[in-house]
């Protein structure tokens, strides 16, 4: 394969650099799961398509890749399943993902948490979900287990898509997030049609990458949830303004009405993990008040999972 043609279609700046075709970033992007592009190769390209930028149309050839060697979940019957990515963890403040998981299992919503974790400065999210008596699975059975009796479950990464875990693994050595990354966020290991990707963003492009992309996902039964991340985690953060975009059956719905304000809502710090468990405990038992903004995304994806 010959590598160094892709590398100078995508690498020769930021008004030189060209988009692939969907076709060709198919092939490439199997190629990196499969571990198939020597490292001097590999390490460019991922580079070169981060200073670029992924085009809709690489997105979508990548994640075909990827759905093709995603490993697959039984899901429960009933609502859609809702899938939490998480890659980051805390750093300043409480992480409250696993808030929105627990109330939406609360509920009868069924939630599969899956990631994994790559930085000294912050707190691991699988050490607080320890905390919470929510250790990962062992393997895809034991998920399916989880998510049938107790409506949660956690896995690794590398149980559902090892060449992508490997990928990802890769950023300390790089020092950035890679293409990758914005591609775990849209991983599927359901049946079509049987879960709601909620696709959790930092930068402002992605937005506009991802609202372009969504669309075309969620045809003709998805569901997705797009929204700013809260630490680079998958909850509202508690004080900046709602933004939940929704996407069903190929269109985009309004979940939330125009928020223009921010709000004054304390943040905790309660960062370590057996401190983070306690506030989530208190607030599911409301011995502490649940952040207007958790509310939102918990009804915004209980909507989208239901309807």
Not at 170 to 192: I, V
Not at 217 to 230: C, I, W
Not at 282 to 297: G, K, N, S, T, V
Request: glycine share 6%; hydrophobic share 50%.
């Amino acid at each position: 394969m010959n590598y160094s043609a892709w590398i100078k279609e995508v690498g020769r700046g930021s008004r030189g650099a060209r988009d692939l075709s969907r076709e060709d970033a198919q092939t490439l992007f199997g190629a990196m799961l499969d571990g198939a592009v020597p490292d001097l190769e590999l390490g460019a390209l991922l580079i070169a398509l981060r200073v670029k930028g992924e085009s809709a149309d690489e997105l979508a050839g990548f994640l075909a890749a990827m759905q093709a060697r995603t490993a697959r979940l039984a899901v429960p019957a009933g609502p859609r399943t809702v899938l939490l990515p998480s890659f980051n963890g805390a750093r300043k403040q409480a992480n409250l993902m696993p808030l929105v998981a627990l109330l939406l299992a609360r509920a009868g919503v069924p939630v599969l948490i899956y990631g994994r974790h790559d930085f000294d400065s912050r707190i691991s999210p699988f050490a607080l979900l320890d905390a919470l008596d929510l250790p990962a699975s062992p393997d895809l059975a034991d998920a399916q287990a989880q998510l049938a009796t107790r409506r949660l479950a956690v896995l690794p990464l590398a149980a559902l898509n090892p060449g992508l875990d490997a990928l990802m693994a890769l950023r300390p050595r790089l020092g950035l997030r890679s293409s990758a990354h914005s591609l775990a966020k849209l991983l599927d290991p359901a049946e079509p049609g049987r879960a709601v990707r909620v696709v959790a963003v930092t930068h402002p492009e992605y937005l506009d990458s991802m609202a372009a992309l969504l669309p075309g996902l969620s045809a003709p039964d998805g569901r997705a949830l797009l929204m700013r991340a809260s630490e680079g985690e998958a909850y509202a953060h508690l004080r900046r303004k709602a933004h939940l975009i929704g996407f069903e059956n190929g269109h985009t719905v309004t979940l939330h009405p125009a928020d223009t304000t921010d709000l004054d809502w304390p943040l905790s710090g309660a960062c370590e993990p057996d401190a983070n468990a306690a506030l989530i405990r208190a607030m599911l038992d409301d011995r502490e008040p649940l952040p207007p903004r958790i509310a939102e995304q918990v009804a915004a994806l209980t909507r989208l999972a239901t309807n």
